[in-house]
């Protein structure tokens, strides 16, 4: 086993396990947070792969731009947080373990043996061959992505468009 395939493991447990801990969670702001450890994990096996450009936009645009959006909607949405702090200590463990095992692996990753080559095979093609190659191999997985995407979409629409009951702080005594 080298020293890639170890790494490779590794991250994809951490992976696994971040996204169970962000699925089962139920306060949201707990999720989130797992879930950009999951993306940060997934950053990380793509520059293990050979893109580190795919590494940087999984950060930029997945674990960045796209969660502060989710943290947004959690805010919107008014979730409760429980007690008044936003994270309770037993759930800073968690956070703290995953964030100090990324750190090494990703400190591994970058200092490792700088003699290692690692040559990959550059693919290359238009736009139109892409789509042709996808469309003809994957179309069932497009599918199901399309089709989970309109669930999603629906989700969201039904969430926001039910009505909430207000608190008994927000109603005035002629209101029942």
């Given amino acids: 086993m080298t020293i ?21 969670r139920r306060n949201m702001v707990h999720a989130v947070i797992y879930l950009i450890f999951s993306f940060f994990g997934s950053a990380m096996l793509f520059y293990l792969f050979g893109a580190p450009f795919l590494a940087v936009l999984e950060v930029i645009i997945y674990a960045g731009a796209i969660m502060v959006l989710f943290l947004f ?12 702090r936003l994270f309770a200590l037993r759930q800073w463990l968690p956070v703290a373990v995953f964030g100090l095992v990324y750190l090494a692996i990703g400190m591994g990753i970058i200092a490792g043996d700088p003699n290692s080559k690692i040559f990959l095979k550059t693919a290359r093609a238009t736009p139109s061959v892409f789509g042709q ?20 979409l629906v989700g969201a629409l039904i969430i926001g468009r039910r009505a909430r009951k207000p608190s008994t702080a927000e109603t005035t005594e002629g209101e029942s």
Wanted: no cysteine.
């Fill in 133 to 152: 190659f996808i469309f003809k191999n994957h179309w069932l997985s497009i599918e199901v992505i399309s089709l989970l995407l309109f669930v999603a």
């Fill in 73 to 84: 909607v959690v805010i919107m949405m008014k979730s409760d947080t429980g007690d008044g």
């Fill in 4 to 24: 890639y395939s170890f790494i490779f493991y590794i991250l994809a447990t951490l992976i696994l396990a971040t996204t169970a801990m962000a699925i089962t």
